[in-house]
């Protein structure tokens, strides 16, 4: 059995490298030992896909886990697209690869992999990273590495990727584009900054940066905090009597995560009275969205029955298929993944990381502002089902960041289309800020518009507005 896995692989590895010489792309671009020959239960494809390790630190024993895609059609003419998902401290991996944007989703019983049609690698080639250190399989051999935040987790990416382009150098030259979700408000910009320093002091290398796409993410907790109430009094989910005294009662300026301040008794008590109400059977990350009954599925998976629930056309258990998958011995072997043995199960968020607690109170603003300022395209686009950071706040904060910029509007704020159906709505400050909403979405916009979101990303790594019209477009 083992000869023969072993030989099925070699010979794998021999096509793959005979291929690459046919059609002139060099052999050291890519990494054989991380080829990911093929998962357990996934569908064959077109596309190659790699995963494996990055040391960031050798000495402190410090490494982050990657998995990357390729485009599923011309890998070669096609950019980097970076994904992140937040948290703090949530897998990359587990979120954008296998339940959001990547090519495959879990099926049902959670053993296998099912295609996703909608995958981002239709219009670039993918890398996730379980970023930082004790996010899922990404690990350090100093424990108080698991002490950090934002500027140790954007110092720990730029090594990476410095390391990565040594395994793949042929995309060291090639666009590239930062995307993530949440608290990749915070860890997208972050890098960004530090690559374009990086850039600034470089005479040789530099990043080529092309674009930066946040979805509902995390810019400033004063305006992100309040949104969330608006937004549940907006949607029918509070009273008007509790919405009216917490806009009225509680002063959210200068609010900070870890000890908020100016925060009356009464708004206290209406902020609790509100959360109680909304309830736990409600998915906060999407109000339309029915949610999963986790003691109902871990018992069909034990019973290895299938344990999809649908709504709307989502699976809204894939989260506890994607844990199960992931945990299985023959998948960790097929993707590189867990070569220490680590004392705990892979989860979507870490249990050993100690984040710090003040860094989520950064206003990411001026940060964007500099990004923009170097002819950055940015934009935000929000699902309108999300309660968590939703649309109401990033939508005033991007306004108010083109004021600060002096751009004027250069497309009116209007309906987006794709299939014949509104998408969303859009606007546009100075030709390098875009503000967008997705129709029907949710806080991660790709698992429940997988259609929309590929448009929109489709249109962001292209350079083209999104269509104001009804007319059939490339991406539809």
């Known amino acids: 059995m083992g000869s023969h896995w072993f030989g099925g692989i070699f010979s794998t590895v021999l096509l793959g490298c005979v291929w690459l010489v046919l059609v002139g792309v060099e052999v050291e671009a890519y990494p054989v030992e991380d080829l990911v020959v093929s998962l357990p239960g996934q569908p064959k494809v077109g596309f190659r896909q790699y995963a494996g390790y990055v040391d960031v630190d050798v000495k402190a024993g410090r490494s982050l886990f990657y998995y990357f895609v390729e485009a599923d059609k011309e890998p070669d003419k096609k950019p980097l697209t970076l994904w992140l998902n937040g948290g703090p401290g949530c897998s990359s991996v587990g979120g954008g690869a296998f339940t959001e944007l990547g090519p495959f989703y879990p099926i049902g019983n959670g053993r296998g992999l099912r295609k996703n049609s909608m995958s981002w690698n239709r219009a670039s080639n993918l890398l996730f990273i379980e970023s930082p250190a004790g996010v899922g399989w990404s690990y350090s051999n100093t424990t108080s590495d698991y002490n950090t935040g934002d500027a140790a987790t954007a110092n720990d990416m730029r090594e990476f990727f410095l390391k990565w382009y040594e395994k793949f150098p042929s995309f060291r030259s090639r666009d590239l584009f930062l995307t993530g979700e949440s608290y990749a408000g915070h860890y997208i910009p972050q890098l960004a900054i530090v690559l374009l320093d990086y850039n600034e002091h470089s005479t040789g290398f530099k990043f080529n940066i092309k674009g930066v796409a946040i979805g509902n993410p995390l810019l400033r907790l004063d305006r992100d905090v309040p949104a969330t109430y608006e937004f549940f009094w907006s949607h029918g989910m509070i009273s008007d009597e509790i919405g009216l005294t917490i806009m009225n009662e509680c002063d959210f300026d200068d609010y900070v995560f870890a000890s908020p301040h100016n925060v009356t008794q009464k708004c206290n008590d209406a902020i609790s009275e509100a959360n109680i109400i909304v309830g736990e059977y409600i998915n906060n990350y999407d109000v339309i969205l029915d949610i999963c ?100 706040g990033s939508r005033t904060l991007i306004r108010e960041l083109a004021h600060d910029l002096h751009f004027k509007i250069t497309v009116p704020y209007g309906a987006w289309f794709h299939k014949g159906q509104v998408a969303g709505w859009a606007t546009e400050y100075g030709n390098l800020l875009t503000f967008a909403t997705v129709r029907g979405a949710a806080h991660m916009v790709p698992y429940a518009q997988p259609s929309r979101s590929l448009h929109l990303f489709s249109s962001f790594v292209r350079g083209r507005r999104l269509p104001n019209n009804t007319r059939p477009s490339i991406d539809d």
Request: charged share 20%.
């Open 293 to 392: 009954y986790p003691s109902i599925v871990e018992q069909e998976l034990r019973l290895r029955k299938m344990a999809t629930k649908i709504s709307l056309g989502v699976d809204v258990c894939m989260t506890y298929e994607r844990r199960f998958y992931f945990n299985l011995p023959e998948v960790q072997k097929a993707l590189h993944a867990n070569r220490t043995k680590l004392p705990y199960d892979w989860s979507m968020c870490s249990g050993v990381l100690n984040y710090s607690d003040t860094d989520g109170n950064i206003n990411i603003l001026p940060l964007l502002k500099r990004i923009v300022q170097n002819h950055i395209p940015v934009w935000i686009f929000s699902g309108d089902q999300d309660s968590v950071v939703p649309l109401l």
